[in-house]
């Protein structure tokens, strides 16, 4: 392995340098969801009625569920990496699989939502769309992007480990588990601010 792809302690900092990138590169990540969440509300304070309109319509159901898979999967995730830790190579794939399956079953979830939206005509040049329906494919489209992303080496170290050698890289999978950390924390900001924040009392209420 090159020095740069090093996993080893760093010198300086004596944090191992794959852990070390993985904080910098987050810390880049959460730069762009402050900035999402930013101009989101500022701009909900100033068109109120049109961001609580548009919120009245989504299902606060399906995104609970989501919820849940995903705070499980960082459950599995902790628990993938301790077996990981301790040789436990059964439990390990086991707990990493279950990850797998609930990043998937967000997926799906999230696939429902958005063709339920398309059926109704909010998604973006269609005649119900709104602007805060753009912040609503923005923020929910980049993070199920970060999904994805964390899906993609999840799914080569859990085939790694159907392998004779197995995946004995505990630090490889704490770093993913940081990421993937990561990408739950900013579901559990994202949920309440396009779901549950802002009440609406207007006709599409009553209804």
């Not at 705070?71 to 599995?76: A, F, M, N």
């Not at 993070?143 to 964390?150: P, T």
């Not at 480990?161 to 505990?170: A, L, N, Q, T």
């Amino acid at each position: 392995m090159s020095a740069g792809l090093s996993l080893a302690h760093e010198p300086v900092s004596k944090i191992p340098n794959g852990k070390l990138a993985m904080w910098g590169f987050l810390g880049s990540e959460l730069m762009f969801f402050t900035g999402f969440f930013g101009a989101f509300i500022v701009l909900r304070n100033a068109n109120y009625d049109v961001f609580g309109e548009g919120s009245s319509h989504l299902n606060v159901w399906l995104a609970l569920v989501n919820t849940f898979f995903l705070i499980g999967s960082s459950l599995t995730m902790a628990l993938c990496i301790h077996n990981a830790e301790h040789g436990n190579r059964g439990k390990q794939q086991l707990f990493l699989g279950l990850t797998l399956l609930g990043a998937l079953g967000f997926l799906v979830i999230k696939s429902i939502e958005y063709s339920d939206k398309w059926g109704h005509g909010y998604f973006p040049t269609q005649p119900h769309h709104t602007l805060f329906y753009s912040f609503y494919f923005i923020m929910t489209g980049f993070h199920a992007l970060h999904v994805i992303a964390g899906m993609i080496p999840m799914v080569f170290m859990w085939l790694r480990g159907f392998s004779k050698e197995g995946y004995p890289h505990p630090l490889k999978l704490e770093v993913l588990g940081l990421y993937w950390h990561f990408v739950d924390l900013m579901w559990i900001f994202i949920f309440p601010a396009l779901y549950l924040m802002i009440p609406y009392h207007g006709a599409a209420a009553a209804h």
